[in-house]
């Protein structure tokens, strides 16, 4: 059993910056992959970033790419989501999530484990 609580979000204006964090409590295993994705109103939850067990590898969606950095610390059991030059269009409900098995996966459905997200909103 896995249980994420995301942190972080808020209200900033295009072109600032925010840093998500999802801590990560199990009971046992090794690290396990992680991955952000986010949904805005009325749309689909699609994939944003993910991270590698070790922290060595990253993979990001086209939309993020360059704006945003994952990065992870296994020893806080913490991953963080770093966005700058935030645009509007990033405003969505921001969700981290992993699964046992599905490394590099990009499909939601194939992810078990979700936090309750957390609200991400950018102004004009």
């Known amino acids: 059993q896995v249980q994420l609580v995301e942190s972080g979000g808020g209200l900033v204006q295009a072109g600032g910056s925010l840093r998500l964090s999802c801590t990560i409590s199990?009971?046992?295993?090794?690290?396990?992959?992680m991955a952000w994705f986010r949904q805005a109103p009325g749309k689909e939850r699609v994939f944003v970033a993910g991270i590698s067990r070790s922290g060595d590898g990253t993979h990001y969606a086209d939309s993020v790419r360059g704006r945003f950095t994952v990065s992870r610390d296994n020893a806080l059991n913490t991953v963080w989501l770093q966005m700058t030059s935030l645009k509007p269009d990033d405003t969505a409900l921001y969700y981290c999530a992993t699964s046992d098995w599905a490394d590099w996966a990009t499909n939601k459905d194939d992810y078990t484990y979700w936090g309750q997200g957390t609200q991400v909103t950018v102004s004009s």
């Open positions: 199990r009971r046992t295993g090794p690290p396990l992959h």
